[in-house]
């Protein structure tokens, strides 16, 4: 399923509050973009403890139980986990990846809160979530019946909100600041092949690993970062956040640029670093330049102005990556007003986009 509407995590969170204390709710959303840790924290807004089922991993008698026989009759009873005495938040995590016979097992403790005669106690909360197929995870179809047992959301990653939670929780500084300069970078699309790829899940995991190298605190080799970061993200993301730790001696590195007070590395070792600051350059134009020409600040009337002729320096260092800044190619577009008037000093760039 592919919702036509997405939102955010705080956007969520506020929904959950609303709408799963009295009907089960539904969480549509790529792999590793955080749908597990919300509810989680959900389950502490609304002060209840969180029982998490993975439904890949079940098998009908894992919902429903056994039966034990009690005189002429016999009676199933439920597994532990969830026979409790008190409310809980009960979380399906991949009930879209289990077969369809555990999912005729989920409907009654879906729609009733019922499994056989065993009801979850008063003020228990069900909340399923899911992959979804075009994500390149296990995934199975859904009955209409349990689909029209709940209600749908389809979450989507908010970087501000993201580096937000990395803040409060204390994430490595280099993953915090990387992401704070490149936030296209926090997510990528499930690659089709067998490859690390970039989510809110792997920065974590990345961070987790630079802090157990003792990274910032002692220098660590080339290769180990180069280890740790193709392991844990997208192999373009890794090579710019390499690029990214090499230039940490000159932290300000594009703000002096911009201001003039430093230039584009040029030296052929340089190149990597070179690249980094391009497409930071890049992303900070998309940022801080409107749509319409006419709405500039004083900030982005200097930034337009110093950026023609950075863009000039860069194009006589390096073609290729001048090339990459203007380049429709890269996800988000540049104002279609600057690139004209980018193209108009430096014709060469112009078959990187159609601009009449």
Request: with cysteine; charged share 25%.
């Amino acid at each position: 399923m592919n919702l036509a509407y997405s939102i955010t995590q705080n956007e969520l969170l506020d929904l959950l509050l609303n709408i799963a204390p009295v009907r089960p709710v539904f969480i549509w959303g790529a792999p590793g973009i955080g749908k597990s840790a919300l509810v989680e924290k959900f389950s502490m807004e609304v002060g209840l403890p969180c029982v998490s089922l993975l439904g890949s991993q079940l098998a009908p008698e894992d919902i429903i139980g056994i039966p034990q026989i009690k005189g002429n009759t016999s009676e199933f009873l439920p597994p532990k986990m969830i026979a409790r005495k008190e409310p809980y938040v009960l979380f399906l995590d991949e009930l879209n990846a289990c077969s369809q016979e555990v999912q005729k097992a989920f409907y009654s403790l879906i729609h009733e809160h019922r499994v056989g005669e065993y009801h979850l106690p008063e003020g228990s909360i069900v909340i399923g979530a899911g992959n979804r197929s075009q994500d390149s995870a296990i995934v199975k179809t859904m009955s209409s019946a349990l689909i029209n047992r709940m209600f749908h959301v389809q979450m989507t990653v908010n970087p501000d909100q993201w580096l937000t939670w990395a803040y409060e929780n204390r994430l490595h500084p280099w993953v915090i600041d990387y992401i704070t300069q490149r936030k296209d970078h926090l997510f990528s699309e499930p690659p089709k092949n067998e490859e690390p790829y970039s989510t809110p899940r792997s920065w974590h995991m990345l961070s987790d690993a630079l802090k157990e190298y003792g990274a910032g605190e002692k220098e660590l080799s080339e290769n180990t970062l180069r280890v740790l970061a193709y392991g844990c993200i997208s192999a373009k993301h890794a090579g710019m956040f390499l690029a990214y730790t090499k230039q940490l001696s000159n932290k300000h590195l594009l703000k002096d640029i911009i201001k003039g007070t430093a230039k584009w590395p040029a030296k052929p070792e340089e190149r990597d670093i070179l690249y980094f600051a391009a497409q930071s350059f890049r992303a900070k134009l998309i940022h801080d330049l409107p749509e319409n020409k006419q709405k500039m600040n004083k900030e982005a009337q200097y930034l337009a102005h110093r950026a023609k002729a950075l863009m000039k320096e860069l194009s006589q260092i390096n073609h290729e990556i001048a090339q990459m800044v203007v380049s429709a190619e890269e996800g988000e577009v540049l104002p279609d007003w600057f690139l004209i008037e980018i193209v108009r000093d430096l014709p060469r760039l112009a078959n990187t986009r159609n601009i009449s």
